[in-house]
């Protein structure tokens, strides 16, 4: 699975859009990339995943680089039930299917 | 969306008992399952892999008989913690695969407060 790297932390105004960088320069033509997201005291929460072309879904979107050396998770109008830990993984997917968490960033939403 | 329930939301427990969390699927049925423990201000730890009728898959440095794993049917996965310790205290999280899918589908986690 490629390493993943995220910023430590960013911060956000409420209402506005927000970019999550990640970074996965040695990800491979298999691997997926995934975003989830945990709120404190709380399981990590699906967000988004894709492959090779950009994804929208109702929580997010994901615009990945041509060459899929980066990612960004794109909140369209950030909330404050936004802020939480992001993570950005990749893994191979298939049989051997697993999570690998990072350190992740922790989002900030200013009022 | 799909839905795992993971039982107890907390658990304080005296040094040497042994303490079951349950994890279940509640309107899919869950090929794999994952254990994850997570301490505080840190990331999540995964600990096991588990198929439903097969013995689990551990991770390095996690000790199969103190974190004794069952995925019985394809709705439940328990983690037994043996022998608990102090050190053993930690959020444990656990998580769902449906065939095929490319999502995992997280409990709310367990805080596990060993005395």
């Known amino acids: 699975d490629a390493k993943t790297t995220q910023p430590n932390s960013m911060e956000s105004n409420e209402e506005e859009p927000v970019h999550l960088p990640c970074n996965h320069s040695t990800i491979s033509g298999t691997d997926y990339i995934h975003w989830y997201r945990q709120l404190p005291s709380q399981g990590p929460e699906y967000v988004i995943h894709?492959?090779?072309s950009n994804v929208n879904n109702r929580m997010a979107s994901l615009a990945i680089a041509e060459d899929r050396k980066s990612s960004t998770l794109i909140l369209h109008r950030a909330t404050l039930r936004d802020a939480a830990v992001y993570y950005c993984?990749?893994?191979?997917?298939?049989?051997?299917?697993?999570?690998?968490f990072g350190k992740g960033t922790l989002l900030t939403v200013n009022p | 969306g799909a839905v795992v329930s993971q039982h107890p939301s907390w658990v304080i427990c005296k040094s040497g008992t042994s303490v079951k969390i349950e994890c279940r699927s509640l309107?899919?049925?869950?090929?794999?399952m994952f254990w994850y423990r997570q301490f505080p201000k840190q990331s999540l730890m995964l600990m096991a892999t588990s198929n439903e009728g097969s013995k689990a898959t551990y991770e390095q440095g996690v000790e199969k008989d103190k974190f004794l794993i069952n995925h019985a049917s394809l709705t439940l996965s328990t983690l037994t913690v043996t022998s608990a310790h102090p050190e053993d205290s930690s959020f444990y999280i656990c998580?769902?695969?449906?065939?095929?899918?490319?999502?995992?589908?997280f409990g709310s986690g367990t805080q596990l407060s060993v005395l």
């Open positions: 998580s769902a695969r449906a065939g095929g899918r490319e999502k995992l589908f």
């Open positions: 894709g492959l090779t």
């Open positions: 993984i990749s893994n191979s997917g298939g049989s051997n299917y697993k999570l690998t």
């Open positions: 309107d899919f049925q869950a090929t794999t």
